[in-house]
């Protein structure tokens, strides 16, 4: 189990001063699965993973693998900027970095579900700089398994790849995690990749606002949301707060969400707009309504409101 | 102990492989030092003499501390590569491995050494051209002395790479500081005949003290010799104190950052 407790960091500013970065953050994961950390840009991400690598030193708090100190012998970790050489081959770079780790490998001696999986097969004799930024990425993270890590942190590490490649390799690295018992730390703000994990840490301003499984975070918007766009954002915003629907909150695209609303309780709100909205839409929560709730701090009902 | 060597040998590995594929490198290196050589010599022919070049031309004179600005350039441009890594985002793979920090800096250091010594041998194949002729126990000290100056130069080029941000830092630094230094190191002119008070200003330069054991070790044997300087045993215990500080000093820069 990987423990994060009580994590403080303070970047220090020009001229005096400390801006917090983390503020005793504290979740844990558990071997076998894999964890999202997520959040907004400027929540803590970043940070996070560089105090969890021990690229950062924090002001307080302790990150114990098993009771002990994180080590880097059985630590994979892929990085949102890419890491590889790119005047180096795929394969070199790989070998380079397993030679960081004390070891050697041989072309034939990697484990071929790895290498098949990422899809590199035939690209192992070919320069970094060559490659397009999906294979990078695919290097990358055979680099971070190749020293067979019990610990593996990911940053963004999916982002330039395509959703068919994102999709083999998640299923990669739940079934690697699960397998071999790898504790997997994903930090990532592709909110459909957090849902597939079996656990999401959400990070705000520096701490953590929310966690739990996926499903058990979207019980707090229930089973169903609705999603209303229309051009009279203020006719819209003065009809739910003459009706006192009071819980909702606005996604970037402009539609209003409404958590835990029946389709029924919408009909005095319909009637009271001249305009009629442009769409109204009844679906499932997902994890981005969450975390948007969550950045915004929306006051989400935790019990079945009155249209029930 | 491969925890330790393996990763001293992938980071000196990448570093030769990383050098071999960047051939204009090469041409940099050992161009611009040839180009300053041939100027200097041909066109300082006449202006520079006497009892100080003990008879030599000056070309002759010049030809060891060309040698020595060709590790100088080479030693330094090799530890710009740790800028560029820490910009690129390969120096973090590094730092989160489990090499110890040691293993880092002797990594980049015998790459430096290498490519240092490398290139400067390089240029001495040129010697069967000139009228040099070096003696074989001259050309092996000199290689080795080289070696040592290789490990010290890619040591002092690291202590800046590794607490910089920026190649344009990095190479105002070479100008203001790394340059003078082999300026003054009695490179180009003999500290005998120099101005009393740059003489005392060349004397605190731990350069100078390299570059006079690398022109003994040159024309042992050769019939000539440079006169005036601190005697060898002097120069040998300042080069080994200098390089036994600033690799002290380089690792504790390496393991704090």
């Keep these: 189990m990987l423990s994060v407790e009580s994590i403080s960091y303070s970047y220090k500013k020009r001229g005096g001063g400390a801006a917090a970065a983390l503020r005793d953050v504290t979740f844990t994961a558990q071997r076998g699965s894999v964890t999202a950390i997520v959040g907004p840009n400027g929540s803590g991400k970043s940070t996070l993973f560089r105090v969890i690598t021990g690229l ?45 780790h004390g070891r050697r490998v041989k072309r034939d001696a990697l484990a071929p579900s790895v290498v098949e999986a990422s899809g590199l097969g035939e690209f192992l004799d070919t320069r970094v700089d060559a490659l397009s930024g999906g294979y990078r990425r695919r290097v990358e993270l055979v680099k971070a398994l190749i020293s067979e890590p019990r610990l593996l942190v990911l940053d963004e590490a999916f982002n330039a790849l395509d959703t068919n490649s994102r999709s083999q390799f998640f299923s990669l690295l739940r079934s690697l995690t699960s397998s071999k018992g790898l504790i997997t730390l994903l930090i990532t703000h592709i909110p459909a990749l957090a849902s597939q994990c079996d656990q999401v840490v959400a990070l705000s301003d ?43 909150f606005t996604l970037p695209s402009g539609s209003v969400l409404l958590p835990r609303t029946p389709l029924a309780a919408l009909v005095p709100v319909l009637e009271l707009l001249a305009v009629p909205p442009s769409r109204v839409l009844l679906r499932p929560p997902t994890i981005e309504d969450w975390l948007h709730a969550r950045a915004h701090s929306a006051a989400i009902a935790t019990e079945e409101v009155r249209y029930a | 102990m491969m925890t330790w060597i393996l990763p001293v040998y992938s980071l000196w590995l990448r570093d030769m492989k990383d050098f071999i594929r960047r051939r204009g490198r090469v041409v940099g290196a050992i161009g611009q030092p040839f180009v300053i050589w041939i100027f200097l010599a041909s066109g300082f022919q006449n202006s520079f003499g006497g009892t ?85 126990s001259a050309v092996l000290l000199s290689v080795l002395v080289l070696a040592c100056a290789g490990l010290l130069l890619t040591s002092l080029g690291l202590f800046f790479s590794w607490r910089m941000s920026s190649t344009q830092g990095f190479h105002a630094v070479m100008n203001l500081l790394l340059l003078p230094l082999w300026v003054l190191s009695g490179a180009l002119f003999p500290v005998d005949g120099a101005a009393p008070w740059l003489a005392s200003v060349m004397e605190l330069n731990p350069l100078y003290y390299v570059t006079v054991l690398f022109q003994r070790m040159f024309f042992l044997d050769s019939g000539t010799g440079i006169t005036g300087g601190p005697d060898t045993m002097t120069a040998l215990g300042v080069f080994a104190a200098t390089s036994l500080l600033m690799f002290t000093v380089t690792l504790r820069t390496v393991a704090k950052r």
């Design chain 1, 206 to 248: 520096g701490g953590i606002v929310g966690s739990g499984g996926p499903t058990d975070l979207l019980d707090d918007l229930g089973s169903s949301v609705v999603e209303i766009e229309t051009d009279d954002a203020v006719a819209l915003e003065q009809a739910l707060n003459t009706l006192g629907i009071t819980t909702r």
């Design chain 1, 56 to 100: 950062l030193t924090p002001d307080s708090g302790t990150v114990l693998e098993d009771g002990c100190a994180v080590r880097r012998e059985t630590m994979g970790v892929v990085f949102q900027s890419p890491s590889l050489d790119t005047s180096l081959t795929a394969f070199e770079n790989i070998a380079h970095h397993a030679m960081l």
């Design chain 2, 52 to 136: 100080a070049m003990a008879g030599m031309d000056y070309g002759t004179y010049l030809f060891p501390g060309v040698v020595l600005l060709i590790a100088l350039f080479a030693a330094l441009f090799s530890t710009m590569s740790v800028i560029e890594d820490k910009k690129s985002g390969f120096m973090q793979g590094v730092l989160t491995s489990p090499a110890p920090r040691a293993a880092i800096v002797w990594g980049k250091l015998l790459a430096g050494a290498t490519l240092a010594l490398a290139q400067a041998v390089l240029f001495m194949v040129l010697l069967p051209w000139t009228d040099i002729r070096l003696s074989l």
